[in-house]
């Protein structure tokens, strides 16, 4: 994985973010609008907020996804993290969710929430792992997928 790079939006990568998240969204639950408005729109959705998009890179080739929504000041938003199928268990995931960690860090941040389902228990394993919590008061309602919120608390200013 030594030739494996995590790197910041570019447009020749954005049909990968749709792709790549419609594939497991897809497999497991179904599209909603919100989903289409992030993964059409992340120049106006996740880019213009403050956000980012990053893309893990393996060989020229785009096998991972992960979008930082800033939903506050100081507060972001971790979401459409995806990794390619074939290129799953390799610690892509892992890349991608420490630069998302690294990115709110560098912007003093002081939190990074996400919404998950509780079904998808590999994606929780890891979000446990970099320090999330199950936050019990989960008051977003724009998926109804949505049924676990976890909050990750950082430094900041």
Do not use: H
């Not at 954005?14 to 989903?35: Q, S, T």
């Not at 992030?38 to 080739?61: C, H, R, W």
């Amino acid at each position: 994985m030594d030739n494996l790079k995590i790197v910041p939006f570019n447009k020749d990568y954005k049909p990968a973010f749709e792709f790549l998240n419609r594939a497991w969204i897809e497999e497991y639950f179904v599209m909603e609008e919100e989903d289409l408005k992030t993964l059409q729109n992340p120049e106006s959705y996740v880019l213009e907020k403050g956000g980012e998009v990053f893309f893990a890179i393996l060989d020229g080739e785009v096998v991972g996804t992960a979008a930082m929504i800033q939903t506050d000041k100081g507060i972001y938003e971790l979401a459409k993290m995806a990794v390619a199928r074939q290129f799953q268990g390799l610690g892509i995931g892992k890349k991608l969710l420490k630069r998302c960690v690294d990115f709110s860090k560098e912007r003093e941040a002081t939190e990074i929430f996400l919404i998950t389902n509780d079904s998808l228990k590999p994606a929780l394993s890891l979000y446990l792992s970099f320090g999330f919590v199950l936050n019990d008061q989960n008051d977003d309602n724009r998926y109804e997928r949505g049924n676990t919120k976890m909050n990750l608390l950082i430094g900041g200013k």
